[in-house]
């Protein structure tokens, strides 16, 4: 699955495009980080907890989420979070960072990879895995 059918899939309501008026669900520009930030909901009945959220965001198998073969998709990233309560994916093709905490889900899509290499540095210093 690659950062960006998370955010279809999880962050735009009924398919339409993520925005400010779905909710929960929303998108926002972040010109400090140069990044667009989609907001979304990864709970039941997608995920229960971290690992579940993990294991279907990354699988090769999931029936509904098929992986993309142009691209390497989403990875886990276990250097940063607190296990289970907050997961780290990150997908460098897409310059994304997906953060899921407590079923509440985040996924970052930065401008360039500077602005990618930039956000995992401060990332992993920040929040290290304990």
Excluded at 8 to 28: E, F, I, N, Q, V
Excluded at 58 to 63: A, F
């Amino acid at each position: 699955m690659t950062a960006q059918q998370l955010v279809d899939l999880l962050c735009a309501s009924a398919g339409k495009p993520a925005s400010p008026a779905g909710g929960s669900r929303m998108t926002r520009r972040d010109e400090e980080t140069a990044c667009t930030i989609h907001a979304g909901f990864a709970g039941y009945p997608f995920a229960d907890d971290g690992y579940e959220f993990q294991g279907r965001a990354t699988s090769q198998v999931d029936p509904i989420l098929t992986p993309d073969p142009s691209r390497l998709g989403l990875r886990i990233w276990p250097e940063v979070g607190d296990w289970p309560l907050v997961v780290y994916l990150h997908a460098p093709e897409e310059c994304a960072i997906v953060e899921y905490c407590e079923a509440d889900l985040s996924v970052r899509i930065y401008d360039d990879e500077y602005a990618y290499r930039e956000a995992c540095r401060k990332l992993v210093a920040e929040h290290p895995c304990p």
